[in-house]
């Protein structure tokens, strides 16, 4: 998987498979919104006390194998952001069926994207915590690291360009069956609180188990631009060009991205901060 030129195939059967979906429905019901419906009205104690999880799982993965699956629309739900500001996050709760081929997708593709994914981003990722970025923001600080950029990416979940996150992902994947599945939760739209059908054209809702792979896979550009020069035959890639840089009054930087979150952490003067600044707000990422 760490082969960067290479496109997988056939991982469809892997999603359907019922090992896979088992394991899918554990991490649903392990999930603290277990008990919150999609627009479906049905929890996760529905379907095991109702239903039961092996022929609600059966008919899921006929359903996969046939091509009569069709996600459902998350049903829109709002809660304040936290810090008292009065803004509020939406939420768009999938129904537990959707949940658990999200599930099963981001068992199949985490894998193959974790191998691409730059060390510079920590959030939603396996064995990487909060904690860990901000060790490093800490270590980055004592080695000469003194201007600090903090920025976040605004209203990042919702704003993602399908068409562009496709292209990332087809880069590593080949089986239409899996691409057409993705694409499918990106467009399955939103049912607002008020009851009202709302299209995504954009987006990927929070609250949806594959969201935030896809967010790491979008923003993965943002960690190319801005690490780049630290590898292979980049600009800061060696102690020699980092001197040079230095010597000629030009700042180097390391960045640490936690989900939509970001800091960028500069060596230099004020003035090549600023002007790292202004390249950063405007690049365009997409």
């Known amino acids: 998987m760490a082969d960067p030129g290479r496109r997988f195939d ?8 019922p090992a896979t979906l088992l394991v ?17 009205g049905l929890t996760v104690v529905d379907v095991e006390e109702n239903i039961g999880v092996p022929g609600f799982l059966d008919d899921l993965r006929a359903a996969l194998k046939d091509g009569s699956f069709r996600p459902l629309p998350a049903r ?6 936290p810090g008292g500001s009065g803004k509020v996050r939406k939420l768009g709760i999938p129904t537990i069926a959707d949940r658990v081929v999200q599930a099963a997708l981001k068992l199949v593709l985490e894998p ?36 600090v950029l903090d920025a976040d990416i605004e209203a990042c979940f919702d704003s993602i360009d399908h ?11 080949k089986d239409k069956r899996v691409l057409t599945l993705v694409k499918a939760f990106l467009k399955a739209g939103v049912l607002t609180e008020l009851g009202e ?24 550009v943002l960690d190319e631009h801005l690490h780049g020069p630290w590898t292979l035959g980049g600009a800061m890639a060696t102690e020699g060009k980092r001197a040079y840089r230095h010597r000629k009054g030009r700042p180097t930087w390391r960045v640490v991205r936690y989900a939509d ?18 390249e950063v707000t405007g690049a365009r990422l997409a």
């Open 10 to 17: 056939d991982l469809f059967n892997f999603v359907h498979d």
């Open 24 to 40: 899918a429905f554990d991490r649903v019901g392990g999930n603290q919104g277990a008990r919150t419906p999609g627009v479906d």
């Open 76 to 81: 829109e739900r709002t809660i304040p952001k």
């Open 112 to 147: 193959i994207f974790e191998a691409d994914f730059m060390p510079v981003s920590y959030g939603f990722r396996p064995r990487r915590r909060a904690q860990d970025a901000i060790a490093e923001i800490h270590y980055l600080g004592t080695r000469g690291y003194r201007w």
């Open 163 to 173: 068409a562009a996150l496709m292209d990332r992902v087809r880069h590593r994947v």
């Open 197 to 220: 059908s709302k299209e995504t054209l954009t987006g990927t809702p929070q609250g949806g188990i594959l969201s935030p792979l896809l967010a790491n896979i979008a923003l993965t």
């Open 261 to 278: 979150d970001f800091v960028v952490l500069v060596f230099g003067t004020e003035g090549g901060t600023a002007a790292l600044r202004d």
